[in-house]
């Protein structure tokens, strides 16, 4: 069974600082996905992962892909306040005929 | 206009009413999605359709039917609508082939309270 874990769930932290959000899943996969929600808002895609080995970055944030280590780290650099949303990492399977979602890592960044 | 639309984005209703919830999409994908999601556990896939004949069931489908009217458009029904529906529910898209396929454009869901 396709298990998602992200850690931590909440993170509260300084702008200007940096921080790591880690998403561990159980088995094999064909893509992983990163997206963001902002409060009371829908999700919107961030990174496609493709690959092992595979990096992405937009602006502050920087996504990473260890097939090996079944692991995907979203970096986030010098935060400022408006990077403060849910960040949801989703792990795909069998050809897209299943994606699992992990329970979201909650961000405030302090101004 | 928004490439996913969901309708209605609010709902209040009573137990043992049915309930649908409609979504539609221009973005031209064959590939659409129904999630909820609870606070603390992420999104939870209910039922998804990979083209207008094709239905299969998600995690959480127990409760919940659906109907693809056509490409464009995927209804999510609640027949009897209980109590512990009460939650936030997406509608995503997706396209098929190319490298980005299955990276998923989500509506902007719609909140729904059952008394």
């Known amino acids: 069974e396709l298990k998602v874990e992200q850690n931590p769930l909440f993170l509260s932290m300084q702008e200007g600082k940096n921080y790591t959000i880690y998403c561990n899943y159980s088995?094999?996969?064909?893509?992983l996905y990163w997206y963001r929600q902002d409060p009371g808002k829908s999700l919107e895609s961030l990174f496609v992962l493709l690959s092992n080995g595979a990096v992405k970055q937009e602006g502050r944030l920087m996504a990473s892909l260890d097939t090996k280590a079944r692991l995907s780290t979203l970096h986030i650099t010098a935060a400022v306040h408006d990077l403060s949303a849910t960040y949801f990492c989703?792990?795909?399977?069998?050809?897209?005929?299943?994606?699992?979602f992990g329970a979201g890592t909650r961000l405030f960044v302090k101004a | 206009d928004a490439d996913v639309t969901q309708t209605p984005r609010n709902r209040i209703t009573k137990t043992g009413k049915r309930i649908m919830l409609e979504c539609s999409q221009t973005k031209g994908h064959d590939r659409m999605y129904w999630y909820r999601q609870d606070p603390g556990l992420g999104l939870r896939l209910i039922y998804y359709?990979?083209?207008?004949?094709?239905?299969n069931k998600g995690e959480i489908s127990d409760g919940y039917s659906v109907s693809r009217q056509a490409q464009a458009k995927f209804s999510l029904s609640l027949e009897s609508a209980i109590p512990n529906q009460t939650a936030l529910y997406f509608c995503?898209?997706?396209?098929?082939?190319?490298?980005?396929?299955?990276?998923?454009?989500f509506g902007p869901g719609t909140r729904l309270t059952v008394l």
């Open positions: 995503a898209t997706s396209a098929r082939g190319g490298l980005s396929y299955n990276e998923q454009f």
């Open positions: 359709s990979f083209d207008v004949k094709d239905i």
């Open positions: 989703a792990v795909e399977r069998d050809g897209g005929f299943k994606t699992i």
């Open positions: 088995t094999t996969s064909d893509r």
